[in-house]
């Protein structure tokens, strides 16, 4: 039982990671029906700049909320430069390249800046760990999921009691018809991507004191956050969440009773095997088009 909570602990963990960047994924995808498949390089850009600020004498906390706030500048302008451009238009598929090719500029400069070795982010939560029914666990670990849970409720409150929200649901079920209506689809779209990068940024600085901080952490957290975007639903912030929790419990499972090679096979084939099941993820809304 105790080797059952400890993995069930540190998946909750990990899957709060997944989470947050597949509540990036989703809003993007609602507002935009584009995505930044550099949203895991926004991750590892928040991590870095917080150990950067760090190493230059600023406060910890100064640090975490200048390394998210640049993380968000982030996002709105590559929403500017590398999507906006190609949505709307027969070479859809150019915001896919352009943000894959910004990724790696990204990871190319950070490794420059930051160097190829890594490094974590000192932090209190990770000062002494603390015992749960003889599980051990350090109370950074205990607070990425609790983050999470709370980032998903209030970007739902934000959709639903503010003009801001609300706007951002317009434009999602119909852009035209929100233009017509005199909301600014551009200006919304950018707040879609720069709040998602901002989540990105956090889960960064979250997740960097638990883990090494290197300039290539962002690849493989960034895509199984897509992967736990498509299979709890990417038009479900809640859908998203909950897969991503359960993603990361069930990979710690996998990794103690099989093996670290296993965890990538198994996770990858649940979001195949789901995808043939459900094609629109576990809690997505079938969408209907009418021609």
């Given at each position: ?108 400069l950070a490794t420059m800046q930051f160097g190829g070795f890594s490094r974590p982010l000192p932090s209190p939560g990770v000062a002494k760990p603390i015992t749960i029914w003889g599980a051990g666990i350090y109370p ?152």
């Open positions: 039982m105790t080797t059952a909570l400890q993995y069930s602990l540190s998946g909750l963990s990990i899957g709060g990671i997944y989470a947050l960047v597949a509540l990036g994924f989703h809003i993007m995808w609602s507002a935009a029906r584009a995505v930044n498949f550099a949203h895991g390089d926004t991750l590892m850009l928040g991590a870095v700049l917080a150990v950067l600020g760090v190493d230059a004498g600023l406060p910890l906390p100064l640090a975490c909320l200048l390394a998210i706030a640049a993380g968000g500048v982030f996002g709105v302008l590559l929403e500017r430069f590398a999507v906006r451009p190609f949505t709307g238009t027969n070479a859809s598929i150019g915001w896919m390249l352009t943000t894959i090719a910004v990724g790696i500029m990204i990871e190319s950074q670990e205990l607070l990425i999921p609790v983050v999470a849970v709370v980032a998903m409720i209030g970007f739902r409150l934000l959709q639903k009691r503010t003009l801001v929200g609300r706007a951002m649901q317009a434009v999602a079920h119909n852009r035209q018809a929100a233009s017509l209506m005199g909301i600014d689809v551009n200006r919304i779209v950018m707040l879609s991507f720069g709040l998602a990068a901002l989540f990105g940024a956090g889960a960064g600085v979250l997740v960097a004191p638990v883990i090494q901080v290197s300039a290539t952490m962002g690849v493989l957290l960034g895509l199984k956050g897509f992967a736990v975007a498509i299979i709890g639903g990417i038009t479900s912030a809640p859908g998203v969440v909950v897969a991503g929790l359960i993603f990361g419990v069930m990979e710690k499972f996998v990794e103690g009773y099989v093996s670290t090679a296993a965890r990538e096979i198994v996770g990858f084939g649940s979001m195949i095997i789901v995808l043939l099941a459900f094609p629109q993820g576990l809690f997505g809304k079938r969408e209907i088009f009418k021609v």
